[in-house]
């Protein structure tokens, strides 16, 4: 019953994933160290792949991880999962939708989740960090390689102006061609 | 069942043409929604984004959500959020085989590799974008060093975290007013 366990566990992301697409990342480790459909590595890959083809990032990564997990078919259904709480809240919100924009509950609720949401982004991306900069060997595999380019990209995505806007999709065909002629 | 098609049609092109996610997409569903199909105005979008951000679920399925509802009824709103998630289905799925099939060549391994470490920068600039707009007072400061703290050293489910700061935002904020 792999597709209804797949169901669930996309389900349960897109319920409690709250604020956009990387929102959905913490949920997606749980879900690689409890399940073992994907490993760390390719829910790095995975991200890349997301950031570089059209479309909301949360949606990809459903549909990247269900085809991982049982080909085809586990991306439709992994998608369906995501999507599914969604719907439901926004439609109940809707009709109601003036109250739930003012009420304090949910304002207070939000003040929290929000802080929450960001520190869970973050520890994620110590996962990932880890992976990368150490080569999955911690600490005897750290990389300078990888430190270096790191910081160029850096540089670049906050220090000069003209290329501060660039869209993602280019540092991430810069990074892989620095990847392919250094040999990282 | 005519407006049904459109509406399919018309959020599966928003979703073929966004690239990085539901901000990317504002530019575009004013075009498209307010402009050339009238199904909604200006102040609707921002409201729908505001909610959006708030409400569980990924914030271009939210909005595809309300302006299908509002356009064509329930039914309006599943059919406009299978048409915004049906390219990045299709597009997903074709380039996941291919990458599983190349992943096993030497110079594929390498791309990847550099390509993790633009992925580390690129989740750090998120973090950064997102830690300004959270963390605005020293509550919401210890709200994020807690739920860190919790995340990296516990193996506890994300679920967890999102009820408790619920929780403690609705503590913290009602009853200091």
Redesign the interface.
């Known amino acids: 019953m792999i597709y209804l366990k797949l169901f669930w566990e996309f389900f ?1 992301t ?9 929102a ?4 997606l480790y ?1 879900i690689a ?1 409890r399940t073992g459909w994907f490993t760390h ?1 390719q829910l ?2 995975m ?14 990564m459903a ?2 991880s269900g ?2 997990t049982s080909g ?1 078919s586990g ?2 259904v992994a ?1 369906l999962g ?2 599914t ?3 439901i ?3 109940l ?2 009709a109601f ?1 003036t109250a ?2 003012d009420n ?23 996962v ?2 880890k ?3 150490f080569a999955g060997d911690f600490p005897s595999g750290f990389s300078v390689k ?1 430190v270096a ?2 910081a160029v ?2 540089v670049f ?2 220090l000069i102006r003209r290329t501060e806007k660039f ?3 280019i ?2 065909a ?7 002629l ?3 | 069942m005519k407006i049904l098609i459109d509406l399919f049609i018309t959020f599966a092109k928003m979703g073929a043409v966004t690239f990085g996610g539901g901000y990317a997409m504002l530019p575009i569903l004013q075009r498209e929604i307010v402009e050339n199909k009238k199904w909604g105005t200006e102040e609707e979008l921002a409201d729908y984004y505001a909610i959006g951000q708030c409400t569980p679920g990924v914030i271009a399925v939210n909005v595809a959500t309300f302006i299908g509802r509002k356009t064509a009824g329930n039914l309006g709103g599943i059919v406009a959020t299978l048409g915004v998630v049906f390219p990045s289905v299709v597009i997903i799925t074709l380039l996941a085989g291919v990458i599983e099939y190349y992943s096993s060549l030497e110079w594929v391994k390498h791309a990847f590799a550099g390509i993790r470490v633009c992925v580390c920068v690129l989740i750090f600039n998120a973090v950064i974008k997102l830690f300004s707009k959270a963390i605005i007072d020293r509550k919401t400061l210890a709200i994020y060093l807690i739920v860190l703290a919790c995340s990296v050293f516990l193996n506890v489910s994300p679920v967890v975290f999102v009820i408790a700061a619920g929780l403690a935002g609705i503590i913290l904020k009602v009853r200091t007013k």
């Open positions: 349960n897109g319920l409690f994933a709250v604020g956009g697409g990387m959905t990342l913490p949920f749980d160290d590595h790095a890959d991200i890349a792949v997301s950031e570089s083809t059209p479309g909301p990032i949360g949606i990809n549909t990247y085809y991982l085809l991306s439709v998608t995501l999507i709480p969604s719907i809240v926004i439609l919100i809707a939708l739930f924009h304090k509950y949910v304002n207070g609720a939000f003040y929290g989740l929000r802080p929450a949401s960001c520190a869970m982004i973050t520890a994620a991306g110590l990932v960090s992976v990368t900069f990888s380019l790191a990209l850096l995505t906050h869209h993602p999709v540092w991430i810069f990074s892989a061609v620095v990847g392919i250094f040999k990282y």
